[in-house]
């Protein structure tokens, strides 16, 4: 199957061409050749985008249908237990209507820590094998055993949780320094990335000190000058989370995702009602929205690299959806529209080492978004969604 679009705008996940044509062979791109193709399509107008990656979910059942619904072509997830992963993968392995994904499995963390305190007050609710009873870590000599089981089940990374509470007025028990430590060293041994959780300063902090390659959020205190040079100087990337923030704060700025008809119209009820979800829980700083929008542009400034992620999760942010308003919130933290997208194609997928993907160009997966309008220009075109590809197969809209 060969499937050309012509003139049209690319966005190739990190320049923009404004008028040329791009070729789908199978489930790869292709140079164009000058050959016959079974389907053209027109992009006069629109323009076209490698996939979403969004850096930072929580994948459960039916969200990686509606990720790919919204142009995310792959998730990245950050905590998932054995059962539900498993299945998560067969699905993404086998069928072309849902996104792609990776995972860390399940996250390292102290014993009673975050994220216990939400999956205690979820109980209730129904998520059958995706959440319950999981492996934590007590001390520096379990680390090793930790990562081993976590390479066992297939994890593609490592996250470790370091969060007290403490700036919302929780005391959770949290990992040990020498703890994140040990976690980092075993994890590099066996060839996987640390990505660390933390949302604040002094947190974070202890995630630089043990060699972390990533973090999993912005902070959301004031993040002060040379903490920023100092993720600046050790080359981490740090994953965005700012819809997430806003969710769990109740900021009510949100709300404007849904409002716009290009989404709001393509959202299941239930998706809407979970904006509503009670944010007590979650050890965030109440003025977590601001403080991370500037920690984003100062980490910009500093030649950080962003990588736009929701956080997405049963509740808010939503899967897919989300990162329309995530890559929207990137520009309001000083990113150009372009900078924003590259952050949510090419450079989750270089820091990923998804070298097949991100990047529109011959030899790439075809995983693919046709927008009207120019997002290089208004970040929010992105949410006009004329076609989706995925692996080369055209998405029913
Ligand atoms: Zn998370």
Known sequence: MRTLIRNVRVFDGVLTVPRT?????????????????????????????????????????????????????????????????????????????????????ILATAPGG?????????????????????????????????????????ADYLKIVIDSGHVAGLDLPVL??????????????????????????????????????????????????????RIAAQDVFVVS?????????????????????????????QARAALDRDPSVVPVHPDGVRNAVQAAAALHGAGVALLAGTDANPWAPLHGASMHREVLLLTEAGLSPAEALAAATSVPARRFGLADRGRIAPGFRADLLLVEGDPTTDITATRAIREIWRRGVRQAR
């Not at 939400?118 to 209730?124: C, L, N, Y």
């Not at 094998?129 to 379990?142: E, H, I, S, W």
């Open 176 to 229: 040990a320094p020498d703890v994140v430590a040990a976690l980092v060293e075993a994890g590099h041994a066996a060839g996987l990335m640390a990505i660390a959780h933390a949302v604040t300063t002094e947190d974070a902090v202890v995630a630089l000190d043990a060699g972390v390659d990533g973090l999993a959020h912005l902070v959301t205190d004031p993040l002060p000058e040379e903490v920023a040079a």
């Open 21 to 105: 044509e791009v070729l789908i062979e199978d489930d790869r791109l292709a140079a164009y050749d000058g050959g016959r193709a079974d389907l053209e399509i027109d992009g006069a107008g629109a323009t076209l985008l490698p996939g979403l990656i969004d850096a930072h979910t929580h994948t459960f059942d039916g969200d990686l249908a509606q990720a790919l619904r919204f142009g995310v072509t792959t998730e990245l997830d950050m905590f998932c237990l054995p059962g539900n992963l498993a299945r998560q993968r067969r699905l993404a392995a086998e069928r072309d209507d849902v996104a792609d994904l990776r995972s860390s499995g």
């Open 241 to 269: 989370t700012l819809t997430y923030f806003e969710a769990v704060t109740g900021d009510p700025s949100g709300a404007e995702l849904v409002r716009d008809e290009r989404i709001g119209s393509l959202l299941p009820a």
């Open 114 to 154: 975050h994220p216990s305190q939400i999956m205690e007050a979820t109980s209730g609710q129904d998520f059958g094998d995706a959440v319950g009873a999981f492996d934590t870590v007590a001390d520096a000599g379990q680390a090793k055993a930790f990562v081993e089981a976590r390479l066992a089940e297939g």
